[in-house]
Structures are given as structure tokens and as C-alpha cells.
């Protein structure tokens, strides 16, 4: 594992150190005080710094074991490489659409203060979809839908295919036919192959921009 959150910070390291100073800018109620990196504005908002994760397995295998789902190796070495408040991932675009059709990607919070919460927030928030192995982790573009770890194509080595779904599709779905995959499968949306292309593919953009 330490040397999966090694290459995860290798990646998202070089990220922050290119992202534009916005990116770093939040509400004061949302930044701990040792992520502050400097003073809270006249408008209420405070720079904030990303600071080396104090989560660990232990923490992460109590929220698998809540939900009864396994995370991607890489995944949980993403949860224990940095704390952030906020990290929104621009997609790529290839012959000029952005891959699956989302502009971009927004992960949940990982605050010092917060710690997964967000990311259980999110795994209730869409837990019919667990049922059909679909396992969110992430939102699209200004909330759109969940994206989703597909774990019934799971690699060897644990990593998984990366798949989102429109929100719309899953409130006309409703709760028990969003537990079932074949009722699932016509608007899956594939955005990348595994979690370790995503992050070589997302972390390699120019510039990172705040919602």
C-alpha cells in the first residue's frame, strides 16, 4: 500500500503545485484551521492547503464493511495520500467531446475535519446502485450523476473500469430498478478503463478549476 499512495501522490502532487490559485479557495466553515493557508476574506472565504492524509486501512475498511463493498487498492491510496477540501478534475477531450460526455469530475471532500464523511454522504446517497456492483465514488460535472467503480469487471489487480450515470436516468429508474444491473446497463456512460488511467489521465491536465 505505501507505495500505491506514493504513486498516487506522485500524480496529484505536481496537480496542486500547477492549479490555479482559485482552485484553493473555500468557505471558512469548510477549511480546518491547520489547512488554512492564510487569512479568512471580507466575503468569508480562506485559502486553503492539502496536507498528507491521517486516514488509514482501518478507517477505510469500516466504511467497506458498512456498505458491504471493497474499494480499488488504488482508490483507498488515494484516500490516504492527501487531505483537500474540495478537487475538481477537469476531463480530457478527445476529436473535441470530453471523455463520456463529462466536462468534468468532482471528488468529495477528504478535510481533515471531515475525513470520509463526504464519501459516505455520497454511497448513501446512490446505495440502490451497490446492489448492481456499482460503487460511487465521485460526482460528474455540478452533480449529473454518480460516478461509479464498475466492480463486476474487476481487474487483477483490483482496479476497476470507471462509469458514470446520469442522474435523471436513475430518478426514472427508481430505488429497486437501480439495484438491478440489467435495468442499469443502457445508460451506463464509460469514462475510463481503471482508476489508475483516470488519475494518469486527469492529473496530466493544465490547470484545475474551482466549482
Known amino acids: 500500500m505505501i507505495e500505491k499512495v506514493s504513486w498516487i501522490k506522485e500524480q496529484l502532487g505536481p496537480y496542486f503545485s500547477r492549479a490555479v490559485e482559485i482552485a484553493f479557495m473555500h468557505v471558512e466553515e469548510k477549511v480546518p484551521q491547520e489547512m488554512r493557508d492564510g487569512e479568512v476574506d471580507e466575503e468569508g472565504w480562506v485559502k486553503w492547503k492539502p496536507l498528507d492524509s491521517t486516514i488509514g486501512e482501518e478507517e477505510i475498511r469500516a466504511v467497506e464493511s458498512e456498505f458491504s463493498i471493497e474499494f480499488p487498492p488504488l482508490f483507498k491510496a488515494f484516500l490516504m495520500s492527501y487531505h483537500y477540501v474540495s478537487l475538481q478534475f477537469d476531463n480530457a477531450e478527445v476529436d473535441g467531446e470530453y471523455i463520456g460526455d463529462c466536462q468534468f469530475i468532482e471528488m468529495p471532500s477528504l478535510s481533515s475535519e471531515e475525513r470520509l464523511q463526504p464519501l459516505e454522504f455520497l454511497l448513501h446517497a446512490w446505495e440502490p446502485l451497490l446492489s448492481a456492483g456499482y460503487v460511487p465514488f465521485a460526482e460528474c460535472e455540478d452533480s449529473q450523476g454518480p460516478v461509479c467503480f464498475d466492480t463486476r469487471r474487476r481487474q487483477e489487480d483490483g482496479d476497476c473500469p470507471v462509469v458514470w450515470f446520469l442522474h435523471d436516468h436513475l430518478h426514472e429508474l427508481g430505488e429497486e430498478a437501480s439495484k438491478n444491473r440489467d435495468h442499469l446497463l443502457p445508460y451506463v456512460r464509460p469514462i475510463f478503463g481503471s482508476f489508475k488511467e ?14
Open 198 to 211: 483516470m488519475m494518469t489521465v486527469l492529473c496530466s491536465q493544465e490547470a484545475m478549476t474551482e466549482e
